[in-house]
Structures are given as C-alpha cells and as structure tokens.
Nanobody
Framework: HVQLVESGGGSVQAGGSLRLSCAAS????????MAWFRQAPGKEREAVAV????????TLADSVSARFDISQDGAKNTIFLQMNSLRPEDSARYYC?????????????????WGQGTQVTVS
C-alpha cells in the first residue's frame, strides 16, 4: 500500500506560481507512474500531468502544457508540479495519484492510490 501526501497548495494571484510536492511512502517499489489530477467544484476530476517512474516520460494536459511541469526527485519517491502563469481557471483541489500496475495512466480509474489533495486558489 502506498501513502501519498501532497503539499504546496495555497492562494496566489493570477500570473503567479506555485510548486506542489507529493511524497510517496510505504510500498514504493516497481511503480509504473504517478500523476497530478485536479477537481474543481461541480466538475469531474481531470488529469493534469503524468510521469512514468522508470523512463521519466511525462505527459501534460493541453490546457497546462505551456505553463506547468511535472518532475520527480532522484529517489523517485517524490513528484513535483511546477505551476507558472496561473489562471483563475486553474483553481481546484489538486490530487496526487500513483499506480504500480502497467497501463496507460491516463484516467483517474487507472490509479489505485490517492492522496488527500491540496487546494490551489488563483484570484
């Protein structure tokens, strides 16, 4: 079982930046991918960024690809989401997710482990 703890959320003005972190503990071996999702009130949870643990390959949603970046630390147990040029529409609760089984890592249903989330508010 993997425990995921997010940090780094907060309130920021439009155009500002935030860096989210997600620390994984527990069973951290043979992980396939980790990701950041976000969910705004009344909306579905959407994938923001995915990183494949072994290769380091990343994917980003079109809406954030020019502004956000996902990365992992050397031990590959912490991932980061650097968010620049934030917009009010980026306001949401951001969740970290992890999956050990091989798969596409595209949708929320592809991930078995989730953190509690961290709130990002852009005004």
């Amino acid at each position: 079982h993997v425990q995921l703890v997010e940090s780094g959320g907060g309130s920021v003005q439009a155009g500002g930046s935030l860096r989210l972190s997600c620390a994984a503990s527990g069973y951290t071996y043979n992980r396939n991918c980790m990701a950041w999702f976000r969910q705004a009130p009344g909306k579905e949870r959407e994938a923001v960024a995915v990183i494949f643990t072994v290769t380091g390959r990343t994917t980003l949603a079109d809406s954030v690809s020019a502004r956000f970046d996902i990365s992992q630390d050397g031990a590959k147990n912490t991932i980061f989401l650097q968010m620049n040029s934030l917009r009010p529409e980026d306001s949401a609760r951001y969740y970290c997710a992890a999956e050990h089984e091989s798969g596409p890592c595209n949708l929320a249903a592809d991930f078995a482990s989730w953190g509690q989330g961290t709130q990002v508010t852009v005004s």
